[in-house]
């Protein structure tokens, strides 16, 4: 999905919608018997893998493991236990949080030889919606900064960040409600989008009488309108012009 | 369609008028109802015409009156500048078609302002985009004038100080 998801921020800086669009990515679940081949320790609500990772898709992080370093093979699925991947789920029971389902600490349950062999399926986490107030706000705050460093008056703001795997897009409006939205980079036409996405916001966010302002927006036609356009824009896609 | 909002809009103040006794009272609900039209109307228009940040408080009144009035009334009032300091501005509709089937107002209701609803909406869309403007009809067609004139003071810009959010 070349999409991957929609942000609306209000004047203040707190998120009012979020939207993910992407399709979920490759997790990969193996078994694996004790001992346990890479480093795992707690991160914020999680346990992540720190170090340890197998099969050499990113050999670097594992090369001091004489093993790792240097495998050649290709992987046969997209996400090895990677570093920097959280324990999804355990036993084909997801863990919540630190602990697994049944309520006992992950870490202790991996450090205990009597319970191997045992599943475990790692993945990149998602955010949870805490995460992404906070980061709605955080980049708020940075869209400020960027429109007061500019040398000149009147700077747009920041209208785009690009990483090597996404580029992220932004419009701010005369209003102040900012449109975020996540994409692949070499996705055409996220300008039109944005202007759309706009549109759509004024037409059934706003004109629902029973919608107040500034509140998290919580619409069905508004869903249902966003969804229909983000497909809009892909099928569009980087082969052809934008919408 | 726009008959059935003329029609709309003249029960609406009909229906006030039975429910408050005092033309202010009337004026006063008609001017905050337009308001919370106006702080939603503003980013429709925005979304609809792209018309780019205004620079001046004229640039403001002649988007308002070439623009907006255009796509939500479409009637084109004339501006004028009517002070010179520059920031007070008068729109002048000859034609408004929110009353084009009222003649005159009822004897009991002499100081009631029929259109103040637009006054609203005016000033709620200013105000979202950190505009502060008190908005007035300084003359009515239905109350005897020549022409209805809509006159719209920018107060003064409470986001001078602080850096501009846009």
């Given at each position: 999905m070349a999409i991957f998801s929609v942000y609306v921020v209000n004047k203040a800086g707190g998120l009012i919608y979020q939207l993910d669009h992407y399709a979920p990515r490759a997790d990969a679940e193996k078994t694996f018997s004790f001992p346990l081949e890479f480093v795992l320790r707690p991160h914020d609500e999680r346990v992540v893998v720190a170090f340890g990772q197998r099969d050499g898709v990113r050999g670097a992080a594992g090369s001091r493991r004489e093993w790792a370093a240097g495998r050649g093979r290709?992987?046969?699925?997209?996400?090895?236990?990677?570093?920097?991947?959280?324990?999804?789920?355990?036993?084909?029971?997801?863990?919540?949080?630190?602990?697994?389902?049944?309520?006992k600490d992950v870490l202790e349950f991996l450090s205990n030889p009597a319970n191997y062999p045992v599943s475990i399926r790692f993945g990149r986490h998602r955010l949870s919606s805490n995460e992404k107030l906070m980061l709605a706000s955080m980049f708020h705050s940075l869209f400020a900064i960027g429109s007061q460093l500019s040398p000149e008056l009147g700077s747009s703001g920041i209208e785009m960040l690009e990483t090597d795997t996404?580029?992220?897009?932004?419009?701010?409006?005369?209003?102040?409600?900012?449109?975020?939205?996540?994409?692949?980079?070499?996705?055409?036409?996220?300008?039109?989008?944005?202007?759309?996405?706009y549109e759509i916001y004024s037409d059934f966010a706003l004109k629902n009488p029973f919608y107040?302002?500034?509140?998290?927006i919580r619409?069905?036609?508004?869903?249902?309108?966003?969804?229909?356009?983000?497909?809009?824009?892909?099928?569009?896609?980087?082969?052809?012009?934008?919408? | 369609s726009r008959e059935l909002f003329v029609l709309t809009y003249g029960a609406l103040v009909a229906q006030l008028c039975k429910d408050y006794e005092k033309?202010?009272?009337?004026?006063?609900?008609?001017?905050?109802?337009?308001?919370?039209?106006?702080?939603?109307?503003?980013?429709?228009?925005?979304?609809?015409?792209?018309?780019k940040k205004c620079r001046s408080y004229s640039e403001t009144a002649?988007?308002?009156?070439?623009?907006?009035?255009?796509?939500?009334?479409?009637?084109?009032?004339?501006?004028?500048?009517?002070?010179?300091?520059?920031?007070?501005?008068?729109?002048?509709?000859?034609k408004n078609p929110?009353?084009?089937?009222?003649?005159?107002?009822?004897?009991?209701?002499?100081?009631?302002?029929?259109?103040?609803?637009?006054?609203?909406?005016?000033?709620?869309?200013?105000e979202m985009v950190h505009l502060a403007a008190e908005v007035?009809?300084?003359?009515?067609?239905?109350?005897?004038?020549?022409?209805?004139e809509i006159g719209i003071v920018f107060l003064k810009n409470t986001e001078d100080k602080k850096h501009k959010r846009n």
């Open positions: 290709a992987a046969a699925h997209g996400a090895l236990p990677a570093v920097g991947h959280a324990v999804l789920a355990i036993n084909g029971a997801e863990v919540n949080g630190r602990l697994t389902a049944d309520g996404f580029k992220l897009h932004c419009f701010q409006t005369l209003t102040g409600i900012k449109f975020v939205v996540l994409a692949d980079p070499r996705q055409t036409g996220i300008d039109s989008l944005l202007r759309k996405i107040s302002l500034e509140m998290p619409c069905e036609l508004f869903d249902q309108n966003l969804k229909l356009a983000l497909e809009a824009a892909e099928k569009a896609g980087p082969f052809g012009p934008g919408s | 033309d202010e009272d009337v004026n006063t609900c008609l001017d905050r109802m337009g308001y919370g039209i106006g702080v939603r109307l503003i980013e429709d228009f925005l979304a609809r015409s792209a018309v002649d988007t308002i009156a070439q623009v907006a009035f255009k796509m939500y009334l479409g009637v084109t009032p004339s501006v004028s500048c009517s002070s010179a300091a520059g920031n007070e501005f008068s729109l002048i509709l000859d929110l009353v084009d089937f009222v003649e005159e107002l009822p004897a009991e209701r002499a100081s009631l302002c029929y259109c103040n609803l637009l006054c609203g909406v005016i000033r709620g869309a200013l007035t009809f300084l003359q009515d067609k239905l109350k005897g004038d020549a022409v209805t």
